[in-house]
């Protein structure tokens, strides 16, 4: 049973190379009814067989993204209805989206952040670096392409993100500084609802409309509930019988008291104008719905602790889901433009590597701890841009270059940590 993924893996590449054939020979006969199911086969064959190639296990995530590429392209209609189901829903990509930073954030714990106290300088350089040079670069990109106003602002979007999950993996993969990466993340995910909406009203609010307000609240429920929820249940790991017992208490009370409400009419009282909940009731739903997220977490996890192994995976599922239906959804501007996108892309991307990397050296900060924010500066949060462009409503344009840049930024962001996992910092 242990070598069944093995001689998965190896199938796997043996179907790819012979999809890949039938893709090229109904290409040049000019048949699309070979070829492109052809396309899917060889793309889901040769993800599936990276398993059995050493040198790509690293790269598998980024060819499960290839393949919503290749799909969302070849078959736009069917992967956003399935079933009567209109997967364009705005809800549901809302959902997939938190389920993506939940995961993430489920690889965050309180004692590996406390462990940045004896590296404020590092930290202090990370922030500076973070906060700045991606949005920069990327309206800087945005202008010399001369891109669509909407996909321009995307370029800028990706830039004012946060860095995520997948900064840290790569920090891990070169052995650079993982409780500097995690700090990194963690303190670009609280702040987000600050700097984001302000980069984006500074440098993209000429390309689209920006509700500054209306970002912030968009962060805090689709990035900090999620995330909140997931170090709530870290906290609840060692927190006395007593305090989990009153907020577990606490927190049906407040359930019951909701559904009470609602039940006996009275949901309107927090609502404005318009049958839209204020910005505080919101605010307040989303602390409740963190807290009891969490709580329900912890307990599923009391009883299965193997569900935190899971978590990652469900990330990554939540991040393909999104992809595709981003890529589908805006199949008709990435035909126009895709070639341009990927080159921002690269560009955004590389420039943001070298610069985070190159102005550490300059301020003396350490080998590892250099690595480690190149890796926070150039890998951005994916997801965060993706789920700010659904709640925007323009996911099939000022979500594109998220879409664009996931992908890329996997490989190379894995080329480089193998790279410098080869050339270890310490010098051995």
Sequence with gaps: MHDLPRIAARAGLAVAAAALVAVLGGWFAGRPAV??????????AAAVGCRAVPALVTY?????????????????????????????NKHLLTAMIQLVMFGMGTQLTFAELAS?????YPLFVGI??????????????????????????GVVLIGACSSGLASNVMSYIAEANLPLSLALTAIGTVTAPVTTPFWMWLLAGKWTAID?????????????????????????????????????????????????TWRAGLWSLPLADGGEPTRPALLG?????????????????????????????????????????????????????????????????????????????????????????????????????????????????????????IPWMNISGSLLANYWRRRRADGR
Aim: glycine content about 10%; aromatic content about 6%; charged content about 15%.
């Design 285 to 405: 739903l989303y602390t409740a719905g963190a807290v009891l997220v969490g709580i329900g977490y912890h307990a599923l996890w009391r009883r299965w602790h193997g569900v935190e192994r899971w978590m990652p995976a469900a990330a990554m599922v939540g991040i393909l889901f999104v992809t595709l239906i981003t890529i589908a959804k805006g199949r008709g501007q990435l035909l126009d433009l895709g070639v341009e996108l990927f080159v921002a892309s690269v560009l955004h991307n590389v420039i943001g590597l070298a610069l985070g990397y190159a102005i550490c050296k300059l301020s003396r900060v350490d080998e590892r701890s250099s690595r480690t924010i190149a890796m926070e500066v150039g890998i951005q949060n994916g997801g965060m841009a993706s789920g700010l462009a659904n709640e925007m409503g323009k996911i099939d344009t000022v979500g594109l270059a998220a879409a664009v840049f």
């Design 212 to 260: 500054v307000v209306g970002m912030m609240m968009d962060i805090v429920k689709i990035v900090i509930v999620p995330v909140g929820a997931a170090l709530l249940h870290d906290w609840l790991r060692h927190a006395p019988a007593a305090a989990r017992r009153m907020l577990t208490a606490g927190s049906l009370l407040c359930l019951a008291a909701a559904v009470a």
């Design 128 to 153: 500076l670096l973070q906060f700045s040079v991606m949005p920069v670069v990327g309206w800087g990109i945005a202008r010399a392409l001369d891109m669509p106003p909407e996909i321009a602002a």
């Design 116 to 120: 940045v106290r004896r590296m404020t």
């Design 35 to 44: 070829w492109q199911p052809a396309a899917v086969v060889a793309a889901v």
């Design 60 to 88: 598998q995530f980024t060819a499960w993204v290839l393949v919503t590429v290749v799909v969302g392209m070849l078959y736009p209609e069917r992967c956003l209805s399935v079933g009567g189901l209109d997967m364009r």
